[in-house]
């Protein structure tokens, strides 16, 4: 029996794209088998794999020995990152087409995931238990955690918003004015700690940028759709993947400053949908479908704007994230 699975849009553009400019979800069934495929930042090896787990959507690092997979069917998975072993695994919602897609943890002992129905459920890494499960807006899709105050913020499918949670009651603080286009990605930025910023898959490539003193809301615009946005650690840089699905290839924007951002274009192979940012490096890490059911990750010096490694794995991109000590980068891929 099939299960109802939601594609980002990142695997299966056409579908979107030829009907409206911004993001739209879109529904079909599908099984898949996941892997995770662990990479040595120092050298660029692989140097573990896992591939026992279905229908992965998100991935969360905790600390630098253990990592997260969330499952569309609503099972969290808990590894050993040095062992590369499944430690255990445990229900946190019921299975969904749409949920389990983001998944951070801005306090201790906690990971937040984007449920089912809409929901936020918060899960106690202590007790591996749901704690709590609340709404914070009609339609959440992607979290991100302030690096210094732990409140964490949701983007919302449905209404274009940005809401700031405190992760002590989880309730919403504060709620932006509506963005220009559907958020499908968020960061934050740990440099001064002052914006928020939200990716759209707009053709424009418009890029919300929050102020989180005031939660005013202005546009960037990047010039091409956008998958997955990223900000280098304690640096006023930050990162953004471009699938460009109807070129051959895609790019990544390199952006320099947040009030004024100076924009550098960087050519991949394949169509990037994922990016993730290394603590205590100068290293951004694409993700990109090439295309026959492979994948490439990219690694890029944000300073010297060069590719320096290009590594291939098998499978359809998911997710990408680095361990806390900046060691490690993990990604989850699946075969259909």
Known sequence: MKNTKFKMLKLFPALIFL?????????????????IVKLQVSDNTVVGTFSDVTDG???CSIGNNEFLVASGS???????????????????????????????????????????????????????????????????????????SQKFYVSDGSDR???????????????????????????????????????S??????????????????????GSSSSDITAAPAE??????????????????????YSAPDIFSVAVAGHPTNICSVPGSTLFYALSYLGDGNSRITAINYFTKEIIAEIDIPGFPWDITSHANGEYILTLTSDI
Not at 117 to 145: H, R, W, Y
Not at 166 to 171: A, E, I, K, L
Not at 252 to 257: E, K
Request: glycine letters at 8%.
């Open 236 to 257: 006023s840089i930050w990162a953004v993947v471009h699938p460009e699905w109807f070129a051959e290839n895609g790019s990544v924007s390199i952006c320099s400053n």
């Open 74 to 148: 609503g099972t969290l998975y808990r590894f050993d990152s040095p062992a590369m072993e499944l430690d255990t695994s445990f229900v946190i919602g019921f299975g969904s087409g749409s949920g389990y897609g983001s998944m951070i943890t801005p306090k201790p002992g906690s990971v937040y995931v984007v449920g089912a129905a809409g929901k936020i459920i918060e899960v106690s890494l202590q007790t591996n238990s749901v704690i709590d499960e609340f709404d914070a807006g009609p339609m959440p899709n992607a979290l991100c955690a302030s690096p210094i």
């Open 161 to 199: 918003q940005i809401r700031e949670i405190d992760p002590v009651s989880n309730t919403v603080l504060r709620t932006s004015s509506p963005l220009n286009c559907v958020p499908v990605s968020i960061t934050i930025e740990s440099f001064q700690n002052a914006y928020l910023l939200a990716a």
């Open 57 to 59: 959507r998100s991935l």
């Open 201 to 222: 898959s707009s053709e424009e490539g418009s890029v919300g940028r929050v102020t989180l003193s005031t939660f005013f809301v202005n546009p960037i615009s990047l």
């Open 19 to 35: 009907a409206t400019a911004c993001y739209s979800p879109v529904e079909y069934d599908v099984v898949d088998q996941s892997r």
